[in-house]
């Protein structure tokens, strides 16, 4: 539904059976029962509501990963949508009553003003410590922004323009999901590592929603919006076989939209939550071939992630221009703070997990205040992979371990992806919204073991 100045959505979610596995029923935790969910589309600066309805049996948050969204819309990990009928949450552990978040009986809405650049932004439950179960499940789906200075550049459009999430998953014999208990000893399930180091890394991968599967394009260029929606796992995608002369991915955009200038690359590497936004030429492809999307950090059953059948020429008045859009770039001089963030293991107490500067999430302690309006830079230590993502802005990646930023890190990013003891610096400014949001590791398992800190817009 549409009206003159906003777009509306309804979303239920549910419990649903899907295909996955062709001629296998997997139970899934679905938007509007299916997984990945609706891809929802809107124009830059359009305002878009999307009413969400829980019938699922447990509460839910939806985040809008990329969204330049008012706190209250942003989905807080203690902003319950109760499911229906529930009066609280006494039933789920009563943690938002305790930490006095919101409860939203049944249902609520979001609104998110969009007041944004065209990019590929995507939606997922965000429940304070069921983050991973939850999307592991099936909450995630796409939303895509537009806008007219992407319009006019003739990229590959309609058909040509396919997002895809990829997602690694295990299965049970039976066909449903195997998620494994927070408990290191359950961890140790075949397919599936120490929950504590890695995260919950699946056997097989799954893009938009189907094992393995394959899509038959005509032999010439295509935008492919590559989202990395899994858990926790990493991806290295090569095409296989290259096309002649190599460097068969060109790079139009990043989490934040549309890069400056393309970059070609051989290889994309990309850590959970990253979007790399890509156009492939498979008229540099003969028709009949067959092209592997192939993971090169996987082995055996993780190392093919899907196929393309090439088929015959056809007509292409797409372009990649060598200048996509201009930013205004942020000079670290005039950032007015720096602040040092470490990410690392470590216990409190009895609790071990994945901590912020030594501290586990807190929804009541501030760990930065930036000031709207004000440029800032931040920097990242690790111990491990953390991809490090920031909800509200958009930020770029200045430095790794003092040198220049990797081949990866080009454009505007809401999420970095920090290798193990790495110290990487973005610069950001806070523009928008005064109001709580947190900042993450988005290996969603990190994440649900407490490697999550709050900032406040003032
Ligand atoms: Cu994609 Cu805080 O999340
Ligand atoms: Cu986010
Ligand atoms: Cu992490």
Redesign the pocket.
């Known amino acids: 539904r549409t009206d003159g100045t906003t777009d509306y959505y309804e979303i239920t979610q549910r419990v649903a059976d899907a295909e996955l596995i062709p001629g296998v029923r997997t139970p899934i935790w679905g938007y509007n029962g299916i997984f990945p969910g609706p891809t929802l589309v809107s124009r830059s600066g359009r305002r878009t509501v999307v009413k969400h309805r829980n019938e699922l049996p447990v509460p839910a948050v939806v ?1 809008l ?1 990329g969204g330049h969204t008012p706190p209250e819309f942003d ?1 807080y990990p203690i902003d319950f949508i109760l499911p229906v009928g529930a009066k609280d949450d006494s039933a789920w552990g009563g943690m938002a009553t305790h930490l006095h978040g919101a409860l939203h009986q049944g249902e609520r809405q979001y609104e998110y003003p969009l007041d944004q650049r065209a990019a590929t932004l ?1 939606y ?1 439950d ?1 429940r304070m410590d069921y ?1 991973g179960a939850s999307v592991w499940r099936g909450l995630a789906g796409f939303h895509l922004v537009h806008d007219d200075e992407e319009g006019v550049l003739g990229l590959p459009a309609e058909g040509r323009d396919l997002p895809l999430m990829i997602v690694d998953r295990s299965f049970a014999a039976d066909g449903t999901l195997q998620y494994p208990a927070l408990d290191p000893t359950m961890a140790k399930q075949p397919g599936v590592r120490n929950a504590y180091a890695s995260g919950v890394l699946g056997d097989a991968i799954l893009v938009n929603g189907v094992l393995w599967p394959y899509a038959e394009v005509p032999a010439v260029r295509h935008r492919l919006r590559l989202l990395n929606a899994s858990n926790a796992r990493r991806y290295r995608l090569v095409l296989d076989p290259p096309p002649p002369g190599g460097k068969g991915f060109v790079q139009i955009g990043s989490d934040g939209g549309l890069l400056d200038r393309p970059v070609t690359h051989d290889a994309i590497e990309f850590a959970s ?1 990253e979007r790399f936004d890509v156009v492939v030429d498979f008229g540099r492809y003969n028709p009949g071939q067959r092209v592997n999307l192939v993971n090169e950090l996987g082995a055996g059953s993780t190392r093919q992630v899907m196929q393309f059948r090439v088929g015959a020429k056809a007509t292409d008045d797409s372009r990649v221009p060598d200048v996509l859009s201009s930013t205004p770039a942020l000079a670290p001089a005039s950032a007015t703070v720096q602040r040092d963030f470490t990410f690392r293991t470590g216990s409190v107490g009895a609790m071990t997990g994945w901590l912020t500067n030594g501290k586990p999430f807190d929804p009541h302690r501030y760990d930065a205040m930036p000031k709207l309006g004000d440029t800032e830079i931040w920097q990242f230590q690790s111990d491990f992979h953390h991809p490090i ?1 920031l ?1 509200l802005v958009q930020f770029k990646v200045i430095s790794r371990n003092n040198k220049e930023p990797g081949v990866y890190d080009a454009g505007w990013k809401d ?1 970095v992806d920090l290798k193990p003891n790495e110290q990487v610096q973005v610069i950001t400014r806070f523009t928008g919204y005064r109001g709580r949001y ?1 900042f ?1 590791c ?1 290996n969603l398992e990190h ?1 649900d073991m407490a490697m ?1 800190a709050n900032f406040v817009t003032t």
Do not use: F, L, S, Y
């Open positions: 985040h990963h989905g995507w997922h965000h983050t939550a993502h909800h999420t947190v993450h988005h994440e999550m």
